[in-house]
C-alpha cells in the first residue's frame, strides 16, 4: 500500500522558520519526482519545490515566491523528502502536501497535507 505522510507542520511567526518532512512507503521511492506543493483556502494548489529522481540528476526547482527561502532536499535510504522553510510570510499560509510522481512508466501519489500557519 502506497503511502505518502506529512509532518512538521504547525502555527510560526512570520520570519521563524519551519521544516517539513514526508514519509514515503509502499513504493521504490529513488525512482520517483518528489515535489511540495501548497493550497491555501480557495486558491489553486500550487507547486513549490520539486527534486527529480536520482537517475535524472536529482534536479531541483522552486516557485518563484519561494526562492532563496526554502530548501528541498531528499534522503533516498529512508525514502523521505523534507522542505526546509526560513524567513516565513503570512502569505505562505497553506496545507502542504507531498506528491510523488513516477511518470511516463509509473504513477504518481498525493499525501493528505499538513497545515503550515504563518501568523503573529
Known amino acids: 500500500q502506497v503511502q505518502l505522510v506529512e509532518s512538521g507542520g504547525g502555527l510560526v511567526q512570520p520570519g521563524g522558520s519551519l521544516r517539513l518532512s514526508c514519509a514515503a512507503s509502499?513504493?521504490?521511492?529513488?525512482?520517483?519526482?518528489m515535489s511540495w506543493y501548497r493550497q491555501a483556502p480557495g486558491q489553486e494548489r500550487e507547486l513549490v519545490a520539486t527534486i527529480t529522481r536520482p537517475s535524472t540528476g536529482t534536479s531541483i526547482s522552486y516557485a518563484d515566491s519561494v526562492k532563496g527561502r526554502f530548501t528541498i532536499f531528499r534522503d533516498n535510504p529512508k525514502a523521505m523528502v523534507h522542505l526546509q522553510m526560513s524567513s516565513l510570510k503570512p502569505e505562505d499560509t497553506a496545507v502542504y502536501y507531498c506528491?510523488?510522481?513516477?511518470?511516463?512508466?509509473?504513477?504518481?501519489?498525493w499525501g493528505k497535507g499538513t497545515l503550515v500557519t504563518v501568523s503573529s
Open positions: 509502499g513504493f521504490v521511492f529513488s525512482w520517483y519526482d
Open positions: 506528491k510523488a510522481d513516477g511518470r511516463p512508466v509509473r504513477g504518481e501519489y
